[in-house]
């Protein structure tokens, strides 16, 4: 078991920022990507953003490209997503998650993580 808790979230204006820390515990070993997902209200889950633990190779969605930044603290086990830009369609509750699969290339797909987070509300006003 893993669990993830997310932080960070909350009310922010257009081209403002916030940084998204989720810290993970339990059994961490056996994981090899991290990543945040987002749902906005009435759409699906979408993926944001996701980082290979070990070797620092990250992927990210079109829309957030050259706006968010996916890092990681190995020593303290947490992911961060530094969100600036922020638009008012950012807005999402936005959800970290773990994968013990290996390929980066198959980190956009919601259903190869195993843990999730309660997630923590981004809120962006125009």
């Known amino acids: 078991q893993v669990q993830l808790v997310e932080s960070g979230g909350g009310l922010v204006q257009a081209g403002g920022s916030l940084r998204l820390p989720c810290a993970a515990s339990?059994?961490?070993?056996?994981?090899?990507?991290r990543a945040w997902f987002r749902q906005a209200p009435g759409k699906e889950l979408e993926f944001v953003a996701a980082?290979?633990?070990?070797?620092?190779?990250?992927r990210y969605a079109d829309s957030v490209k050259g706006r968010f930044t996916i890092s990681r603290d190995n020593a303290g086990n947490t992911v961060y997503l530094q969100m600036n830009g922020l638009k008012p369609e950012d807005t999402a509750v936005y959800y970290c998650?773990?994968?013990?699969?290996?390929?980066?290339?198959?980190?956009?797909?919601?259903?190869?993580?195993?843990?999730w987070g309660q997630g923590t509300q981004v809120t962006v006003s125009s």
């Open positions: 339990g059994r961490t070993y056996d994981v090899y990507h």
């Open positions: 998650a773990t994968g013990s699969f290996r390929s980066s290339d198959s980190a956009y797909y919601s259903g190869l993580y195993d843990y």
């Open positions: 980082i290979r633990w070990t070797t620092g190779t990250t």
